[in-house]
């Protein structure tokens, strides 16, 4: 039997037009809805056929022998990647953060389709030179980035993976009861939750409770350590607020959920994707022993 070729795996979400014509049916009733509301459906279809031009580019670009696969961002937590494979996100530097929870050591190409909207801070691979960093990806070659991910372990064995970020807190953003334990110090807290943040997601939401709460932590993209922020500690006689960010390594962050429903722990921002929190619960989050291993070059 013939040793199986290298397989490319592109990863894609819907643009704007897809999502209006899966909301309205037919491009007449999309072009009605936005003409109605002062807007026009020819940018939002220009968008489009400009990222579908990229994609057919880039799907063009892969070694004639190797294999194809495509799955959308909304499939990504039921498609089965191989050990093997090369992942190819076309799209926003989220689509990364997105892909990497489901992966183990497999490269990931970002390819940046509209440099004009997307900063490109983790889509930097230009599609004239995808060609290129295939091969080089699976020949050793590369420029690899091994970007740190966030781990959340709970009591039961479960486990959430991210490149950005993890939540801990209620699924509504309200009020969320916990203990948390640090570098030998304990606090029972009340808070609109907390996260748990890598070198690479404290460009994101991190970054916007660094700058509000003056407690920013400097993180290496590939440092082996992570960083928790507290969001809005509420002080009483059963809470404080001594503990509201902090750098954590091995020995991570153990959280203890006081919430009689709704906690929640989540990844990335998917929150449909989520592990339930309730009282008397476990988590504790650190740096995760995977990394996302980013091919630039």
Known sequence: MAALTHRAVFVIRETDYEALIARHATSGQARFFLESRGQKLEDVV??????????????????????????????????????????????????????????????????????????????RVAVERLGQVLTASVNGAAQVERRTMVKAVLDHGETLFALNEIFVGHRSHQSARYRVEAAGEAEDQSSSGLIVASGTGVTGWARSIAEATHLALPLGTEEAAVGYWVREPFPSVASGTRLRAGKLTDAGLLVTSRMNDGGVVFADGIEQDFLAFEWGRQVRLSPADRTLNLAIG
Do not use: C, M, T
């Open 46 to 123: 220009e968008r489009h056929e400009r990222f579908h031009a990229v994609l057919s580019r880039a799907r063009a670009s892969v070694p004639g022998e190797w294999r194809q696969a495509l799955v959308r961002r909304a499939d990504l937590d039921r498609f089965l990647f191989a050990a093997d494979d090369v992942v190819v996100a076309v799209g926003q530097d989220g689509l990364v953060a997105n892909v990497a929870k489901y992966l183990g050591a497999q490269p990931v190409i970002g390819v940046n389709p509209a440099p004009d909207l997307y900063d490109g801070i983790l889509v």
